[in-house]
Structures are given as structure tokens and as C-alpha cells.
């Protein structure tokens, strides 16, 4: 899928429906989150642990908002 057809379905999406929009605030908190995570300089376990918690969330919605990406497409 062209980048720029996918930014605008995304954006599409953003605008009509709720469950996507909170599904890219997710996405957007763990990425913050591991941006925060990824500048330790000696993490302790607890913060390692979430680190791989948070990744394995996020590739999770980032598989849902993709699957509703393909979603959307099809029926248009």
C-alpha cells in the first residue's frame, strides 16, 4: 500500500471512527513510553520487563489498526 493512500485512510479513519482514534492514542503512549525506556542508561529489571511488555502491546494495535486499515479499503 502507497504511504500516501495509507495516511489518508488513516487520517480518514481517525476522523470517523472512535475505536481507531483510541487505538493510535495507544499506540502513540507506548511509543512515548519506549522512547522514555530506550534513553536509560541502566534500566532496573522492572523497566526491562515493561520494555518488552510494551513492545508486544504495541505491535498488537499496531496489528489491529492495520487489520481496520484493510478493513476500511476493502469496503471502498
Known amino acids: 500500500m502507497e504511504t500516501a493512500a495509507s495516511d489518508s485512510i488513516k487520517n480518514e479513519l481517525i476522523k470517523e471512527n472512535q475505536a481507531f482514534r483510541e487505538l493510535v492514542r495507544q499506540h502513540q503512549t507506548f511509543e512515548d513510553r519506549l522512547s522514555e525506556l530506550s ?3 541502566y534500566p532496573n529489571n522492572d523497566e526491562i ?3 518488552t511488555t ?3 502491546k504495541k505491535l498488537i494495535v499496531k496489528d489491529e489498526i492495520y ?3 484493510q478493513e476500511y479499503t476493502k469496503g471502498h
Open 67 to 69: 487489520s481496520m486499515i
Open 39 to 41: 534513553g536509560l542508561t
Open 54 to 56: 510494551l513492545k508486544k
Open 49 to 51: 520487563l515493561e520494555e
